[in-house]
């Protein structure tokens, strides 16, 4: 079964500079999860995205932004990087945005030097 | 203070032994449970989820246990192999003026020897 996609599964950006995280849901899902995970510490919710609009907004910075498009895909935007924005960064994806099992990606993994 | 708390922090344990994670939550409203089994650098897998209702749930050598009047979740883990070596994560989902939200634990690291 198709599952959750990330892309790219490494980046590594220098301070300051922008990176863009992509996230591919399962098929017919219609609502996505940001998460960023620091080292050792659980995931922090970061935005959430139900038919295209914004859904619910966590601790995600001003220096990020998110979008979900058309075909569902949804798009993490960050800029002005700093150290410590260096984390696995989580997608997860449902059908609905109600309870419904929210089934994760493999993650990026973002390192700031 | 985290709304959802695990212990141990970390386990060691032999192969073939088992195990007991616990999970305490103070998340209100309560809608379900939920026990992720999240391997280094990859994404949470899901391995078993509860409602209010339900006491205990099981898949394949792991077996959840919920006490909704206690607010404790227990994830058992029998005849433990190699692979189970991971971090257990305990994430229960709350509904907040018609939000639903997922709250994470702060995870068991599990090591299983040879």
């Known amino acids: 079964a198709a599952g959750v996609i990330q892309s790219p599964r490494h980046l590594i950006k220098e301070k300051r500079e922008t990176a863009t995280l992509k996230c591919y849901p399962i098929?017919?899902?219609?609502?996505v999860y940001w998460y960023q995970q620091g080292p050792g510490q659980d995931p922090q919710f970061l935005i959430s995205f139900y038919e295209k609009m914004q859904s619910d907004k966590g601790s995600i910075p001003d220096r990020f932004s998110a979008q979900q498009f058309s075909d569902y895909h949804s798009e993490l935007n960050m800029s002005s990087l700093e150290l410590g924005d260096s984390a696995l960064y989580f997608c997860?994806?449902?059908?609905?945005?109600?309870?419904?099992?929210?089934?994760f990606g493999p993650g990026t993994r973002l390192t700031v030097t | 203070k985290n709304q959802v708390e695990q212990s141990p922090q970390s386990l060691i344990i032999l192969e073939g032994k088992n195990c007991t994670l616990q999970?305490?939550?103070?998340?209100?409203?309560?809608?379900?449970l939920r026990w992720y089994k999240q391997d280094t650098g990859r994404g949470p897998v899901s391995l078993t989820i509860?409602?209010?209702?339900?006491n205990t749930k099981s898949n394949g050598r792991y077996t959840a246990t919920l006490d909704a009047d206690t607010k404790q979740s227990s994830l058992h883990i029998t005849a433990s192999q190699l692979s189970d070596s991971a971090s257990y994560i305990c994430v229960v989902s709350g509904a907040t003026s018609g939000t639903y939200k997922y709250i994470f634990g702060t995870g068991t690291r599990l090591k299983v020897l040879a």
């Open positions: 999970c305490n939550y103070t998340v209100s409203p309560f809608s379900n």
């Open positions: 997860a994806s449902s059908l609905g945005q109600g309870n419904d099992e929210q089934y």
């Open positions: 509860m409602t209010f209702s339900e």
């Open positions: 098929p017919r899902h219609d609502t």
